[in-house]
């Protein structure tokens, strides 16, 4: 086994890498950029030397960097990761030539697959059964548009080069597809290096499944079973789970046999992914396969009992395959949900920042966390803005989706903007729950999964009122030398009249006022024209148990000075903030008479000009930030006073590009 591997990666998957190794007695080698020097990864690896700049390209797309460093520290072998440099053929023939072994498949394998069309070819010469369509390497506009029209519609436009939906469009009709096709080499050429496109026939209402694959030197391949994977948002994965509800015994084996051609068709080595369209019907298609490990593999690991990273170890040192076919036992179900940095409620912006509060389930057989993050690191701007990936197990598919229902419920971040609410919209909607769900249903649906501009019920605000004050009590009394003392009591007590305290509470920009009379667990409160009685209530931090008007209720809430957090009974997520009782104001805003950046990114396209008279929500900038193309529309009618960006332009959060004349 190796003694010095180097992780040529970032965040989670370093960390997930880094704990393999200890276990294995392997001595690590970190690498990092200037944004990264207090990184999780950085601390927990035996080493860690510095390799650039905070960009990718100015640090971990630096193959000659890496490898230098892996000569220097006198590491034997290099593990990519996911992402990066993981599915690169030149920096796996580069690290061949140095003479360190690159964790993964060899360069042949991952130039086979790398090139969708290439790909392709290949699969249809070994009977892996394909979708429809164009992938030559003439790449004229025109010609396409021409064989996107012979294909018909709907149909998906896809980077050659590409990985992870990045570029795809879906196209519907001709007058579609010129916009569509610049769109998606904008994205192909910035992402990948290369603007070639290929088309596919666009199956209606598919799913996404796909088989995890092993290859070691000596020419044995298996299957560890499936991974679904339909819940996606824009084709980014949002839940994965095996084994997946839709396969049957024998599509399972047919699709499992497929994924192992594919895999003996390059001769590959080491983890891999093979990955399917499969129609309503169970007819299935060959999609890409991808040459690393993937992000959502700890579902596997949780039903197989195995680890996948230790197998990487393993078979890139020379070993064979710890098992074979007829030996592998999938037990139970796992669920993975990732928690990212990002705001669900304005399209999904991207979000960064300090992690004020980072608060988690506690791990255990059911539960699982993989993160690159602790409370107290920063979310950057120049990475994925993922927090943690959060896998579940348990014996069957309702138990799994319960323990995932829980271990979110008890998750909170401060900081940053997160997905955590939606997941858990997510995990309880039926669609999911009944598993109906397709790969574009969200996108379809999305509104079912946003909250919006929902009003909390008044025993929502009641229940978060009675923790504030508890909180409050419990924080103000400390032990006074004289518990019967009123001057030693928290209730606002005064002579001659009860004593009223005010609670007021804040979230989606409406106040909510409270008023309260009483203490000690038992209170008369107002809210409006409502009113409650609150009699015997018992509260330990995380649960509140009380006679809310003689009707026994109990609420899973954590409250402190500064904000109260509290699951309903349908699980909805309310998060308040304790704003002061006598002063509070909404914020105001001028969007209706700019646009402005709303994060830090690259503009990549600008569509309007000083004078041009533009109608609301009319595309005007197109951005590039965290790995997306933001598109920047008119928030009005009117004509436009100034255009302060340029196409290439590096802009910062709030930077105001277009200003509307009055």
Known sequence: ??????????????????????????????????ADRGAQHVRQADEAWPIGGPRPDESYLRGDAIIEVAKRSGAQAIHPGYGFLSENTGFSRACADAGVVFIGPNPESIEAMGSKAAAKHLMAKHGVPLVPGYDGDNQDSAFLAEQAHKIGYPLLLKPSMGGGGKGMQIVRSDAEFPDALGAAQRVAKASFGDPAMLLERYVEHPRHIEFQVFGDKHGNVIHLDERECSAQRRYQKVLEETPS??????????????????????????????????????????????????????????????????????????????????????????????????????GFLPSSGKLVRLQLPHPSPHVRLDGGVVEGDTVTIFYDPMIAKLIVWDADRPSALQRMREALAACEIVGPKSNVAFLERLVRHPTVIE?????????????????????????????????????????????????????????AWRIGHAGKRLVALAAAGHRHEIEAWGDAGNYRLRCDDATCAVEGAHWDDAILGARFDGEARRFDIRADASRVLLHDANGTRWRFERVPAFAWQASDSAAGNQIAAPMPGRIVLVKAKAGDKVEAGQELLVMEAMKMELSLKAPRAGAIETVSASAGDFVEADAVLVRFAD
Request: with cysteine; aromatic share 6%; net charge negative.
């Open 435 to 491: 598993h109906r769900i397709d790969t574009g249903y969200l996108d379809r649906h999305l509104d079912e999964f946003i909250a919006g501009e929902a009003e909390p019920e008044t025993h929502t605000l009641f229940a978060s009122a009675t923790a504030a004050l508890m909180h409050d009590e419990r924080h103000i009394n400390g032990a006074p030398a004289d518990p019967h003392s009123p001057w030693n009591r928290a209730d």
């Open 1 to 34: 086994m190796f003694e010095k591997v180097l992780i040529a990666n970032r965040g989670e998957i370093a960390c997930r890498v880094i704990r393999t190794c200890r276990r294995l007695g392997i001595h690590t080698i970190a690498v990092y950029s200037e």
């Open 245 to 346: 509800p839709f396969l049957d015994d024998a599509r399972r084996a047919a699709m499992g046999a497929a994924a192992i051609a594919a895999a003996k068709a390059v001769n590959y080595v080491g983890a891999g992914t093979v990955e399917f369209i499969v129609g309503p019907e169970g007819d299935f298609h060959f999609m890409e396969m991808n040459t690393r490990l993937q992000v959502e593999h700890p579902v596997t690991e949780m039903t197989h009992g195995i680890d996948l990273v230790e197998w990487q170890l393993r078979i890139a040192d020379g070993e064979p395959l710890p098992l074979a076919q007829d030996q592998v036992r999938s037990r139970g179900h796992a669920i993975e949900a990732r928690l990212y940095a990002e705001d669900p409620d304005h």
